[in-house]
């Protein structure tokens, strides 16, 4: 055997560097979850103080909640979420448990899956619900987080909630737009916070819309006068393995407003700062000002959701699903389809991923079928959605990869950068796909890191 190379020592000493980080951050959520279990602990002191003095339950858990926050020196609804946590996990997710103790998950981990179990829980109060659903939620939940980001585990583990107790998420979506409201509070140097609480579909259609008036600004930099820019619509995708009549599809439709004239070469506004400015003149003019560009005002907001058949059709009420995020009230989503110009109609294995979707012509039914598989960047962790990402030949076509939906995946700028031929080879990274539409991305160091397709759950 020939001797270790500097390089071969180099990436060992890199490679020990990476397995020492993530064993430390696994200790960091055993030692996360030996907290959650001293707040389990206090937990059982309280309801000992609250059954010897009912009458003052309250008061005994505004004294808990100080006491913990003053000695942590952490803010009050901290500590509330933290005790809220704690109970949950004592009572109602013992697996969960288990696998926090283990360092299997983190504690944002924890704090996504107990979250998304409130209505399981409220279900089961109510005797809507067997509690035996909650075993269900926790092994379909703890499939993706101990292989996946938190972040990524929230819209999975909301979704399952939904597919479990559709009727009770419907029930408390509706109830919590009744808080929808603005409020404003005044910062230092002359700046305030504006918030708005609206419906979780509206706010990410406001957001999306901002972000594409920003890059229609970010991109007139870099065109000359007259250049067209291609807006595509939204897309709404049904699953059509529920028994429904076939209401038939229509293309995706799309318009190519002309951008007018370029901004002033000097504008350096940053995208969050081009979002900001927009925000302000399509609430205090109605419509952008001409002097921030032409053509914004056919730059439509754009969300991705998807509806079972029987449910657009009015037969059933169960929750639809707004991609990446979680449930969305079906009537919602009804509205939203009878307004879209084209949809999607997708049929789904018994995995809940999608197999196939109806299709017009190769091209058009190879992208509708990518974003309604993909439906985020498909570099493990990265939520950012289908429509801020670029199609990507996940075996380069230059060396002879194939334009086949097997070898194609969204990917997001700074992911699909990291593929570069012109990147340094002990910088670079590849990706391979499998039959399955899973993504096998292999490191610098030769770690193999898979992101499987999103799934679409839904329980019968």
């Known amino acids: 055997m020939a001797p ?3 390089l071969d020592r180099d990436l060992q000493r890199r490679a020990a560097l990476l397995d020492a980080w993530v064993e430390k951050r696994r200790q960091i959520a055993v030692l996360e979850a030996k907290a959650a279990e001293l707040l389990i602990d ?19 858990h505004r004294s808990m909640i100080a006491e913990f926050s003053a000695a942590a020196r952490l803010p009050r609804t901290t500590v509330e979420f933290a005790f809220g946590d704690a109970r ?15 360092g299997r998950i983190s504690a944002a981990h924890v704090r996504e899956i107990v979250r998304a179990s409130a209505p399981l829980d409220e279900a089961v109060t109510n005797a809507r619900a067997d509690a035996e659903i909650l075993a269900l939620y926790k092994s379909a939940v703890l499939v993706v987080a101990e292989q996946d980001s938190a972040a990524r585990t929230r819209p999975h583990a909301r979704q399952v909630a939904a597919a479990l107790v559709g009727d009770t998420v419907v029930q408390r979506q509706r109830r919590a737009v009744e808080q929808r409201g603005v409020t404003v509070r005044t910062l230092d140097d002359g700046l305030a916070i504006l918030t708005a609480v609206l419906p979780e579909w509206i706010a990410h259609a406001i957001f999306d819309r901002l972000t594409q008036m920003a890059a229609h600004i970010t991109d007139a930099r870099r065109h000359e006068p007259g250049d067209a820019f291609a807006v595509d619509a939204a897309v709404f995708a049904v699953d059509a393995d529920a028994a429904a009549p076939d209401a ?27 979002r900001a400015d927009f925000l302000s003149d399509l609430l205090l003019a109605a419509s952008p000002s001409e002097i921030l560009g032409d053509g914004l005002d056919a730059v439509q907001a754009r969300v991705q959701v998807t509806i079972a058949a029987t449910t657009l059709a009015g037969i059933d009420d169960a929750p639809a699903d707004l991609d990446g995020l979680g449930p969305l009230d079906p009537d919602v989503a009804r509205a939203l389809a009878g307004r879209s110009a084209g949809w999607s109609r997708l049929f789904l294995d018994a995995a809940g991923h999608v197999t196939r979707t109806d299709s017009y012509t190769p091209t058009a039914a190879m992208k509708r079928f ?14 950012t959605p289908v429509h801020r990402c670029d199609i990507d030949h996940n075996h ?6 194939v334009t086949a939906l097997d070898n194609l995946a969204h990917l997001c700028r700074a992911h699909h950068t990291l593929k570069h031929p012109d ?6 990274w590849t990706a391979r796909q499998l039959p399955d539409g899973t993504l096998t991305w292999t490191s610098p160091l030769g770690r193999a890191y898979r992101d499987r397709a999103a799934r679409r759950v839904m329980f019968t």
């Open 42 to 60: 206090q937990l059982n002191i309280y309801d000992g103080d609250v059954a010897e003095h009912p009458t003052h339950r309250d008061a005994i």
């Open 396 to 401: 380069d076509h230059a060396k002879g990869g």
């Open 88 to 102: 949950s996990l004592a009572t109602s997710l013992p697996a969960v448990r288990t696998a926090f103790r283990e």
């Open 248 to 274: 038939g599809t229509t293309p995706d439709a799309g318009s190519t407003p002309d951008a007018g004239s370029a901004p002033d070469a000097a504008d350096a506004r940053t995208t969050d700062q081009l």
């Open 370 to 383: 990518l974003r309604a598989r993909d439906q985020r960047c498909r570099f493990p962790g990265c939520r």
């Open 4 to 6: 270790p190379t500097d």
């Open 423 to 428: 990147i340094p080879g002990l910088h670079r």
